[in-house]
């Protein structure tokens, strides 16, 4: 299931930035060169952009991709550690659920008045479902993450060691300037 949860993921990102930057090259060729262009283009960029935006939030929670600051809960002992770790996972689960009940209550209004999109004949639901989807596979990736934390095979989030790693790259170039020097003399 989980493997199939990040099959889906990349499938969908990969899948949507190929089809907007397709479309955005064509309605530009279109546009400058043959002084024609589609309506619709524009919106459709907007609202697939929304579906990436959304899936990739999911997708970087998995990669540990997100802006964090863990430098306090760093220091903390390991068991403090994770308590911390479970409250902010708690509190970004009553995030999702928030965004999950506000967006199908939304949709579900959407739904019921009928409105379309404004330069495509497809109902704006249809369109902005994005919202329940993307904080879905949300929440799921913050109850995986809360099930590793809570079993130990995860200490935290998985934020990158900003610092750590530019301290790594500092010592690379450190030591291939001494290389350098080395063969000069």
């Known amino acids: 299931m989980v493997q ?3 099959r889906f993921e990349e499938a969908g990102i990969g899948l949507l930035l190929v089809a ?30 929304a579906w990436l935006v959304l899936m990739g939030a999911s997708w970087g929670l998995r ?24 409250i902010a996972l708690g509190g970004c689960l009553a995030y999702c659920g928030l965004f999950l009940y506000g967006s199908w209550i939304y949709l579900s209004k959407m739904r019921m008045i009928g409105i379309e999109m404004e330069d495509m004949p497809i109902e704006k639901w249809k369109a902005m479902s994005c919202l329940v989807l993307g904080f879905a596979l949300l929440a799921l990736r913050v109850f995986s993450l809360g099930y590793e934390v809570w079993t130990g095979k995860r200490a935290g989030f998985g934020f990158i060691d900003e610092a750590k790693e530019s301290m790594h790259l500092a010592q690379e170039l450190e030591a291939e300037y001494d290389a350098k020097e080395g063969q000069n003399k």
Do not use: C
């Open 4 to 6: 199939f949860l990040h």
């Open 63 to 86: 990669e540990g991709a997100h802006i964090g600051v863990d430098a306090l809960v760093k220091h903390l002992p390991t068991g403090t550690q994770k308590v911390v770790t479970l």
């Open 20 to 49: 907007m930057t397709l479309l955005v090259f064509f309605e530009v060729i279109l546009r400058f060169f043959f002084n024609e262009g589609l309506l619709w283009a524009q919106e459709l960029t907007l609202y697939m952009s």
